[in-house]
């Protein structure tokens, strides 16, 4: 292929919409549209044509990634979330349904109302308890990697001398591997967790097992996690997706950055991809940036807005 064609290629490729950015519920509507065209382009024309038009159709959608002008805003108004759950484009689910978080930290007690009884907060032995095992999670990666707590950032020192991976990811150091350990019960052996920017992901050999928005909101799970299971008997025996749920939950009440202790505060966005968009808010760190929680906006205050 000579330097002209692809030149002209190049004009016509769209990389938002190709390569790594390719969005494949966009891509299976579009091959269905092709199909359908082809398909009644045959019965009413030729089969010959209809080969012709399905093939100049993929190769649209190849260098484009869509067919049809607007796809994505055609996708994210009219696909359920449903279908897009299918390709993993849906919201994360969260905890089951009928497992009521707040209500269980509530009867546990390690969520108390405020004085004014306008708002809920962590009651004192559990954020004793919770910022005893930060620190010590702290100080085991900050030894690892001889870094200051000062320096660690939003992903913090777990990653200060790692190398970064061709898909952009960085590993976590040995002592966050093990803290995810004994999180989710699951050989350290058998487990990675690395960050790509500030988000981690969590596997257990090719099994996606979990991922936080932040350093910072890992190591308040890991805390939370450490600080019930030492004074609650039944924490243990509650299923892990139930157990993420009240982790998830805790978090909603974080006043204080765990990696950098700045202020957390919250901030009310759009989260947008090709296929969805939809407002949330979200917990962030002012200091370092780091996000601890995201939920989606409330219905009440959407409408208010």
């Known amino acids: ?24 519920p966009c891509t299976v509507l579009n091959v269905a549209l092709a199909a359908v065209g082809a398909v009644a382009v045959g019965a009413l ?3 010959e044509l209809a080969a ?5 159709a993929l190769a649209a959608i190849w ?15 009219y696909l359920p979330e449903r279908v897009l759950g299918w390709f993993g484009k849906g919201r994360d689910p969260g905890p089951p349904a009928e497992f009521d978080a707040e209500s269980y930290l509530l009867s546990v007690g390690a969520l108390v109302e405020t004085a004014d009884g306008s708002d809920l907060a962590f009651a004192p032995w559990f954020e004793s308890a919770w910022r005893t095992h930060l620190a010590a999670l702290r100080d085991a990666a900050d ?9 660690d950032g939003a992903i913090g020192a777990s990653t200060a001398t790692a190398e970064t991976a061709p898909d952009g990811t960085r590993p976590a150091a040995p002592a966050d591997v093990a803290a995810l350990a004994g999180l989710t019960g699951i050989d350290e052996d058998g487990l990675s967790l690395r960050w790509r920017g500030e988000p981690g992901f969590a596997h257990a050999g090719d099994e996606r097992i979990g991922h936080w928005e932040s350093r910072s909101a890992f190591l308040a799970d890991v805390a939370a996690d450490r600080a019930l299971t030492t004074q609650l008997d039944d924490w243990a025996s509650l299923p892990l997706v139930s157990r993420s749920g009240v982790l998830g939950a805790l978090r909603l009440f974080v006043e204080r950055c765990p990696t950098c202790e700045g202020p957390v505060q919250l901030e009310e966005r759009v989260v947008e991809s090709c296929c969805s968009s939809y407002e949330v808010v979200a917990g962030r760190c002012t200091a370092c940036n780091a996000r601890l929680f995201e939920m989606d906006l409330p219905a009440s205050l959407a409408v208010a807005r």
């Open 1 to 24: 292929m000579t330097a002209s064609h692809d030149a002209r290629l190049d004009r016509l490729r769209r990389p938002e919409y190709t390569g790594e950015n390719r969005c494949l």
């Open 45 to 47: 024309v030729a089969v």
């Open 52 to 56: 012709a038009v399905l093939i100049v």
């Open 63 to 77: 260098l484009r990634g869509y067919l049809v002008p607007g796809t994505p805003a055609l996708t994210k108004r």
């Open 143 to 151: 030894t690892e990697f001889g870094a200051s707590p000062a320096t």
